[in-house]
T-cell receptor, first 113, second 116 residues
């Protein structure tokens, strides 16, 4: 079956530091890959996505590249802000699996001023 | 706003009581999914509908849980005889082949259930 493994947290960074959150996946089909962000007490917000190998998703300074050879989709940002503090989830969905999403366990990011 | 909406946002109940949650998907999205998210975990799939047909249920969905989507629009998730282990965030999502494909789901804000 499908699975997603995320870098364990929590991660604490100073403002303007470089961020990497690792994500690897296992899938039987050809999944689309996603990063979601969740702020305290709120639902999931789609941060970025990539639908095929070598695609790069980007949004709000965050980037992730779909690497089929390493089955990875690592999230990066060059300079984090306090407002980026949240929980980040890596996920995949696969039309051969009815489009259901499979999520990692989340990585909590805290950015200190 | 035409996003996915869920009601209520928060529900506190006593063990043994029944609760019902509602999800309104994005208009004309024919697929609707329910997920459960416990503290410190990622969301886990519970069930999904294509139009009014419930096509799959996870083994996480015990006999105390039932979901409906009677007219292929909004959906309800009912939990009977709630237990403390049911305390979680219940998330709804919808998708359409014509709007990003079924690989992209749009999530609602969730209903947080606390069972005392």
């Amino acid at each position: 079956g499908n699975s997603v493994t995320q870098m364990e947290g929590p991660v604490t960074l100073s403002e303007e530091a470089f961020l990497t959150i690792n994500c690897t996946y296992t899938a039987t089909g050809y999944p689309s890959l996603f990063w979601y962000v969740q702020y305290p007490g709120e639902g999931l917000q789609l941060l970025l996505k990539a639908t095929k190998a070598d695609d790069k998703g980007s949004n709000k300074g965050f980037e992730a590249t779909y690497r089929k050879e390493t089955t990875s989709f690592h999230l990066e940002k060059g300079s984090v802000q306090v407002s980026d503090s949240a929980v980040y989830f890596c996920a995949l969905s696969d039309t051969t699996n009815a489009g259901k999403s499979t999520f990692g366990d989340g990585t909590t990011l805290t950015v200190k001023p | 706003d035409t996003g996915v909406s869920q009601d209520p946002r928060h529900k506190i109940t006593k063990r043994g009581q029944n609760v019902t949650f509602r999800c309104d998907p994005i208009s004309e999205h024919n697929r609707l999914y329910w997920y459960r998210q416990t503290l410190g975990q990622g969301p886990e799939f519970l069930t999904y509908f294509q139009n009014e047909a419930q096509l799959e249920k996870s083994r996480l969905l015990s006999d105390r849980f039932s979901a409906e989507r009677p007219k292929g629009s909004f959906s309800t998730l009912e939990i009977q005889r709630t237990e403390q282990g049911d305390s979680a965030m219940y998330l709804c999502a919808s998708s359409s082949r014509l709007a990003g494909g079924h690989n992209e789901q749009f999530f609602g804000p969730g209903t947080r259930l606390t069972v005392l």
